[in-house]
């Protein structure tokens, strides 16, 4: 069992810059963020196995930076440069389960404003 609380969702303006965290009760799996915009299914954003190795959707990549502090049990996603079409409500995940995770935080909301 993992527990994720997410935060650092806010509005910001197109071409902005917004941090989220995700504080996990355990890092011991690989962890992920996906995100659901209204009326969509969830998307992957981006993913970190428990050893370090990244990979990103072609949609962020270059924009987007995951990263993690194993001493704080804190998964991060670094945002830059964001667009009105990354607005959506972002999940912290942990613990791959076939195409998602088996653990899932309650969401943080990104609005991104033109």
């Known amino acids: 069992q993992v527990q994720l609380v997410e935060s650092g969702g806010g509005s910001v303006q197109a071409g902005g810059s917004l941090k989220l965290s995700c504080v996990a009760s355990?890092?011991?799996?690989?962890m992920g963020w996906y995100r659901q915009a209204p009326g969509k299914e969830r998307e992957r954003v981006a993913d970190?196995?428990?050893?370090?190795?990244?990979s990103y959707d072609e949609s962020v990549k270059g924009r987007f930076t995951i990263s993690k502090d194993n001493a704080k049990k804190t998964l991060y996603l670094q945002m830059n440069r964001l667009k009105t079409e990354d607005t959506a409500v972002y999940y912290c995940?942990?613990?791959?389960?076939?195409?998602?995770?088996?653990?899932w935080g309650q969401g943080t909301q990104v609005t991104v404003s033109s």
């Open positions: 995940g942990a613990c791959r389960s076939g195409s998602a995770y088996k653990y």
């Open positions: 355990n890092m011991l799996c690989g």
């Open positions: 970190m196995t428990s050893e370090g190795t990244t």
